[in-house]
């Protein structure tokens, strides 16, 4: 069965811009969430969506947000980017009914200059 | 919120030696435990889980064991291999939402 498609892999922006990234999970899997991966700060979560509500929100400001659609595929934005935005973004998905455990997607490589 | 301290920080062993990673957690709340490997320009993979009603899980040359008293939880890996090599994270959470992940381990095994 397909993995974690996540899209695109990579993508360059300019300090100010907006960007949108995609994900599509596991077929099946209803939860979503979202990582930022930095080599400083590591692997920190972002938020998660379950049947198209967002359940849980990370640390991070209102420029991050995110969406889930009927499909349970899933969609984040970063408005007004900057600089310390450039990062790897990680989607995973689970089921959350027969167990916890997340699959992670390859990640989008985001770099803002 | 849950912090999660990961020791060591770089790990190099020879091949066919045993690899052995800490993690502390801080939340006593937190009852659900996986360990990830990353491999470069790859997403983490889970490789074992535990969760806090169990105190230890093995799955072939993987086992993680876990002490709630302690707060602390740590992967074993036996009869290391060359493709054992990669980034290894833990995390902790509570019911499997948010995980809070170490920094991370860099594992080098050589032949």
């Known amino acids: 069965k397909a993995g974690v498609t996540q899209t695109p892999r990579y993508l360059i922006k300019t300090r100010g811009q907006q960007v949108t990234l995609s994900c599509s999970p596991i077929?099946?899997?209803?939860?979503v969430s979202w990582y930022q991966q930095t080599p400083g700060q590591g692997l920190q979560f972002l938020f998660e969506?379950?049947?198209?509500?967002?359940?849980n929100k990370g640390n991070f400001p209102g420029r991050f947000s995110g969406r889930q659609f009927s499909n349970s595929r899933s969609e984040m934005n970063v408005s007004t980017l900057e600089l310390g935005d450039s990062a790897l973004y990680l989607c995973?998905?689970?089921?959350?009914?027969?167990?916890?455990?997340?699959?992670f997607g390859s990640g989008t490589r985001l770099t803002v200059v | 919120g849950e912090n999660v301290e990961q020791h060591p920080s770089t790990l190099s062993v020879q091949e066919g030696d045993s690899a052995v990673i800490k993690c502390t957690y801080s939340?006593?709340?937190?009852?659900?435990f996986p360990w990830y490997k990353q491999e470069l320009g790859k997403g983490p993979q889970l490789i074992i889980d535990?969760?806090?009603?169990?105190g230890e899980k093995k799955d072939q040359r993987i086992a993680v064991t876990l002490n709630k008293t302690a707060k602390h939880f740590s992967l074993h890996i036996t009869e290391t291999q060359p493709e054992d090599s990669a980034v290894y994270f833990c995390?902790?959470?509570?019911?499997?939402?948010?995980?809070?992940f170490g920094k991370g381990t860099s594992l080098l095994v050589t032949p």
């Open positions: 995973a998905s689970s089921d959350r009914t027969e167990s916890y455990g997340y699959t």
């Open positions: 077929s099946g899997h209803r939860s």
């Open positions: 969506y379950f049947s198209e509500t967002q359940r």
């Open positions: 939340d006593s709340a937190s009852n659900y």
């Open positions: 535990i969760r806090s009603n169990v």
């Open positions: 995390a902790a959470t509570y019911s499997g939402y948010a995980l809070n």
